[in-house]
């Protein structure tokens, strides 16, 4: 009996290893289209917008999620899928197949897949054709620009949200989120100024694509205190009376935790 395209869903989720995986189970026919690519409206279909209600479910920067693709996606559709009316777009993690031509939205693109593969259970046929991570970087110039990455999952024991987050802290170092946190500060300098919490500083890494993935909020409080410490910005300490941290003369003690660091303002 042929496979379904329900059943190659049900076993991505279950490949996914977490609760928080989206299935894109929009077929090509039904992807949603811009009228001209500067226009912030899109047309979609039926599929399209049943997406978008599933994607909100998990549209609140509570942890990370993983998206995951039955096709590989055009640049555009891809950014619409993951950004276009996202709060929290850099908090989902874009996996596709490893084929970017494979479409497993249609029985014949199933059909064929499983012939070719020997593929006669689903969770066999995804763990063969599974997975591209596509995530986002900023050059240079300040543009977007995708990357991909390979995920092994010949372990039979492997699962995409365990891959993934082996990969995460090689892809984004502490260094990383040092250099955008710095960045940052010198050009929107309003996002961390003005009496916000400190904890404030993480919420770029869960909204902004082009941003180190937030898988350890540790690294951000780790470079807000190197910044705070090389006097490139400043502290103030609610819990004593308001008291300011400005390095290099007057850093933050190393014993004050990220806890409490978190609730101080700038």
């Known amino acids: 009996m042929a496979l379904s395209r329900d059943e190659i869903s049900a076993a991505l989720r279950r490949l996914a290893g977490t609760e ?6 929009v077929a090509e026919d039904d992807a949603p289209r811009r009228s001209a ?13 049943s997406f978008i209600e599933r994607r909100r479910a998990l549209d609140d920067g509570a942890d990370l999620n993983l998206l995951v693709s039955l096709r590989g996606l055009s640049v555009e559709e891809r950014l619409i899928a993951v950004n276009w009316g996202c709060a929290f777009a850099n908090s989902f993690l874009v996996v596709e197949p490893s084929d970017p031509w494979l479409d497993l939205t249609t029985p014949a693109g199933i059909a064929d897949f499983a012939s070719k593969n020997g593929s006669t259970a689903a969770d066999g046929l995804v763990r063969n054709a599974y997975a591209q991570w596509i995530y986002w970087i900023r050059d240079e110039s300040g543009e977007l620009e995708s990357r ?5 999952l010949t372990n039979p024991s492997a699962t995409l ?3 993934i987050w082996e990969r995460l802290p090689g892809t984004f170092p502490a260094a990383a989120f040092l250099s955008s946190l710095t960045l940052l500060n010198m050009r929107e300098a309003e996002l961390f100024t003005g009496g916000h919490e400190v904890a404030r500083s993480i919420m770029p890494f869960l909204t902004r694509l082009g941003l180190p993935i937030l898988y350890d909020a540790r690294h951000v409080m780790q470079g807000v205190r190197q910044l705070v410490n090389a006097g490139l910005a400043f502290v103030q300490d609610p819990e004593d009376n308001d008291r300011v941290y400005q390095g290099p003369h007057d850093p933050l003690p190393a014993d004050i935790p990220d806890e409490r660091l978190a609730l101080m303002r700038r």
């Open 20 to 25: 928080r995986a989206l299935i894109y189970d």
């Open 161 to 163: 949200w365990g891959t």
């Open 148 to 152: 991909d990455a390979v995920l092994d």
């Open 37 to 49: 690519p500067t226009t912030p409206f899109v047309r979609g279909s039926k599929d399209w917008w």
